[in-house]
């Protein structure tokens, strides 16, 4: 870099490293929790239709009502409560650290889980501290949790329920715990949500300091990004005097109504996920893998030589996730997303011949 560009740039942006995208096409892509599942002709056609109605000369509806009343019914979002959309679930976590970020607040979030709380705390130059989660089962280490929310309040805490990239949901006891303790805003992700039966979108209205956050990213909409806050009006009228206006764009906001419309659709996908999720668990464990447990679209395993089987499935134009490296508890441990039947098939033969 210039000796211009470098004093200019600042020190903390410096030190990063670039969000990480696979660096060409794989046959097999099963790295990014991607829903493998295209959608059928009559979906098509009648969404090409009524994508014809947007006026793409006119700026889109800022505040969305059209989508925001869908995701409502769609979601079953309580009345009392106020959404907030943006530009893929990414934009949420960016506008909530814009809105909050100050000297005397803290980011508190477990780790490993989504990269991007720390990554955006980052770049904002907001304090973060990452708790390590408790090893076997990657729970909540609740001792230090309070202590960290102790010392440091008022702190913004993120959890990924279930968490990425581990897969489990934390125990609703300790999640109980933390929303009576805490002094600052809690914000529970649940952008796995279409691959569990939990969720804590009907509790909202018992805890003034809980917002929810959605993405229609891994129901199978990634290309379209849009994720919500749902919460009271009161975090979220303030939040949405940093959202960028019009950021969520026509197109998006037309597909997303439609699609949210054949919901059905979308949750009979993950319904089928969720069956084979199970079988590849099953047959990873046979294989004598240490797989955990997992409530979303993906499986994180671990092999004495993880690293270089990653290789070598992604010579074999196989591609998922090495988390190796990326967290000291994640050592040789790598994370799949469940794809179709197929893709699941061709990955465990591969990694067969490969340990065999
Ligand atoms: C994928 C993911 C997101 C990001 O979702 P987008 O809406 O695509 O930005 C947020 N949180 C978690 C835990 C994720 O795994």
Redesign the pocket.
Known sequence: MSSISSSLIKPEIQQLSPYQVPDKVYPIKLDA?ENPYSLDVSFLEQWSQVLKTASLNRYPDPSAQTLKQQIRTTFAIPNSQELLL?N????L?QMLIVALNQPKITLVAVEP??V?YRLIAQWMGMSYQGIPLQMPTFSLDMPALIKTLETHQPTLLFL?YP??PTGNLFSDQDIATLLEINSGLIVI?E??GPFTDHSYLSQLPNHSNLLI?R????LGL?GL???FLAGSALWLEQINKVRLPYNINILTQITANFALQHYTTFQDQAQKIRQHRAALCQQLTQMDIKVWPSQANFLMFSLPNAVSIYQELKKQGILIKCLHGSHPLLENCLRVTIGTPEENGVFVRTLQTLLS
Do not use: C, P, Q, V
């Not at 993405?215 to 891994?218: E, F, M, Q, V, Y």
């Open positions: 929790m943006g893929g679930s990414d934009e976590i889980s989504f991007m990924a968490n990425n992700d952008a796995y956050m993405t229609l990213s891994k990634a990004r849009l994720g």
